[in-house]
């Protein structure tokens, strides 16, 4: 089984632009999480989705940030517009699920943003 | 506040015996993970302890105390493929997942 993809796994931009990162949970999966990785600041949930309802959007940063899940098999975060302090690693993590998870999380690769 | 405690960084010997520590004060509780990061890579799921005491798994072992809100992961016959950061995570009552900061483990021939 394939497991979470995400893409793109880089992206550079200039500030002020649009980002938008993709993912694709493991089939199956009730729960999606999409999470910002720094040195300074670790890993940061930002949201989650529960059967693509977002559930706790409490860490989203501020209105530049923005999620969507249309279906069961793919979300996107955008960033609009983008500074140079939204420069992380950008985490999408999926887990099975019924009205609770059990907090074992599969991750995918990342998609890595710098902006200049 | 919900709080996660482990060392920033660790050093250890090939072949040796290391224990990472995390202290966690959260709003009730529904168990303690524990997660491999290697470097620009993403974290992989390592342990879940919900019951006190010790789960071994391999060279892996993970040991919890509910009691004293305290938990560590024992990593046996140290590889140099173990340099790692190891994440530790719990859950509170309402199912949300407290990260720490992770500990980066660097193993020295």
């Known amino acids: 089984d394939a497991g979470v993809i995400q893409s793109p796994r880089h992206e550079v931009t200039e500030m002020g632009q649009e980002v938008t990162l993709r993912c694709k949970p493991i089939?199956?999966?009730?729960?999606l999480f999409w999470y910002r990785q720094t040195m300074m600041r670790g890993l940061e949930l930002l949201i989650y989705?529960?059967?693509?309802?977002?559930?706790?959007d409490s860490g989203m940063p501020e209105d530049r940030f923005s999620a969507k899940m249309p279906n069961a098999s793919f979300s996107t975060l955008k960033i609009q517009p983008s500074e140079p302090r939204d420069s992380a690693v950008y985490f999408c993590?999926?887990?099975?699920?019924?009205?609770?998870?059990?907090?074992?999380?599969?991750f995918g690769e990342g998609s890595r943003l710098t902006v200049l | 506040g919900q709080n996660i405690d482990q060392p920033t960084e660790m050093t250890a010997t090939e072949g040796a015996i290391v224990q990472i520590n995390c202290t966690y004060q959260?709003?009730?509780?529904?168990?303690l993970f524990w997660y491999q990061q290697h470097a620009g890579e993403a974290p992989t799921f390592l342990s879940y302890n919900v019951l006190d005491g010790l789960e071994e798994k391999g060279r892996f072992s993970s040991f919890l105390s509910r009691s004293k809100g305290y938990s560590y992961l024992l990593l046996k016959e140290l590889q140099m493929k173990d340099s790692a950061s190891y994440l530790c995570a719990a859950l509170d009552s309402n199912y949300q997942l407290i990260w720490g900061a992770g500990t980066k483990l660097i193993i020295k021939p």
């Open positions: 959260t709003s009730g509780f529904n168990g």
């Open positions: 089939s199956g999966h009730d729960y």
């Open positions: 993590a999926s887990t099975p699920g019924g009205e609770v998870y059990t907090g074992e999380l599969f």
């Open positions: 989705f529960n059967n693509n309802v977002p559930i706790d």
